[in-house]
């Protein structure tokens, strides 16, 4: 055979079994015209909204922060909600309790459980915002330390002063029960709530909620190796600067999830030591101490707005692999849900 005609030869039989192929292809992928060839049914999952859950409703230390810089994380202050079939568990009241506060009121009232780490502003700035403290019918038990400058109700009617405020403690038509932490844990509903001292100015604890079969710890506030500005790597269990802090590490080592602060990065602290709050270094170093599965941040600084919170949580990721313990790490922000 010619060249030319090889040529010519081999191009039709190259159109004629490439369109064979093509027409197999198809017949190979067209869907079974037999609907009872379909023997499966639609996957159509609904979220069990019943299970217990905590959600974040507001993540912001000091101060709320309004602004579009600070859309992501959210900016009010630090409140947390654990609900449990028809029981539910605050922990403080700074502004996020105002929006929680309006999804309560959307139901019946019932008793709730609040407790207070401490009374400083950024933690009970929400509470006169608070609307089941305004409606007949809610019942508010109000849990707080000993050792507060004033007590807690003094405290609570304080900042409700008609210098402050328009409306009075006399004019909440709940019924408010402010009771000092006593026992240790203790019962609440069907929920049973321990506590542990935290460093941070003033009489401040953290707690841990056992309920669902699982143990949530909520510590905003709290400066783990106080003044220590060195490598994190150097700290270990047995360490002189970590010894006072052994029953904060004990407190959390059983922890399914710790929210936890660490307000500032390690170029900030020097100018913050004791103002009550961790340095991110300090604050991997605690989470390794005592074991912690999995750890949510809280408590931003009201000046770190979304895009440093970004590069934050990768040093902390990174803090993290450096000495060893590179558990899941977050950063919590207002709304946040997670069921267990």
């Known amino acids: 055979m010619k060249p030319g005609k090889a040529s010519a030869f081999w191009a039709r039989l190259w159109t004629f079994a490439g369109r064979g192929f093509v027409v197999l292809l198809c017949a190979a992928m067209s869907p079974p015209t037999d609907d009872s060839a379909i023997t499966h049914e639609a996957y159509q999952p609904?979220?069990?909204?019943?299970?217990?859950?905590?959600?974040?409703?507001?993540?912001?230390?000091?101060?709320?922060?309004?602004?579009?810089?600070?859309?992501?994380?959210?900016?009010?202050?630090?409140?947390?909600?654990?609900?449990?079939?028809?029981?539910?568990?605050?922990?403080?009241?700074?502004?996020?309790?105002?929006?929680?506060?309006?999804?309560?009121?959307?139901?019946?009232?019932?008793?709730?459980?609040l407790f207070i780490t401490h009374t400083h502003w950024d933690h009970i700035q929400g509470f006169p915002f608070f609307g089941p403290a305004y409606v007949p019918g809610f019942e508010i038990l109000i849990y707080g330390a000993e050792g507060f400058g004033k007590d807690l109700k003094a405290v609570f009617r304080g900042q409700l002063d008609r210098e402050y405020f328009p409306v009075q403690m006399e004019d909440m038509q709940s019924r408010l029960h402010f009771r000092h932490l006593t026992a240790n844990p203790l019962r609440a509903g069907s929920a049973r709530v321990s506590w542990?001292?935290?460093?941070?100015?003033?009489?401040?604890?953290?707690?841990?909620?056992?309920?669902?079969?699982?143990?949530?710890?909520?510590?905003?506030?709290?400066?783990?190796?106080?003044?220590?500005?060195?490598s994190p790597g150097e700290i270990t269990r047995d360490h002189p600067l970590a010894l006072p802090y052994a029953a904060m590490i004990d407190f959390l080592s059983d922890a399914d999830v710790v929210i936890h602060e660490a307000q500032y990065t390690p170029e900030e602290y020097p100018g913050k030591i004791r103002w009550g709050h961790s340095s991110v270094s300090n604050a991997c170093v605690l989470m390794k101490l005592a074991g912690v599965p999995r750890w949510v941040v809280t408590h931003h600084d009201p000046l770190h707005d979304d895009a440093f919170l970004e590069a934050k949580l990768n040093l902390t990721r990174q803090i993290l692999e450096q000495i060893g313990h590179p558990i899941p790490v977050s950063h919590g922000y207002d709304g946040r849900t997670e069921f267990f």
């Not at 069990?48 to 859950?53: L, Q, V």
């Open 196 to 230: 542990e001292f935290a460093q941070h100015p003033g009489a401040t604890v953290g707690y841990k909620i056992e309920i669902g079969g699982k143990k949530i710890a909520w510590v905003p506030d709290n400066e783990f190796l106080q003044g220590y500005t060195g």
């Open 46 to 113: 609904v979220l069990d909204t019943t299970r217990a859950r905590f959600k974040l409703w507001g993540t912001r230390g000091s101060t709320p922060t309004p602004g579009a810089q600070f859309l992501r994380t959210g900016g009010n202050t630090s409140c947390m909600s654990v609900a449990s079939g028809g029981e539910l568990f605050i922990f403080d009241a700074g502004s996020g309790i105002r929006d929680l506060g309006l999804e309560m009121l959307t139901a019946p009232p019932r008793k709730v459980h």
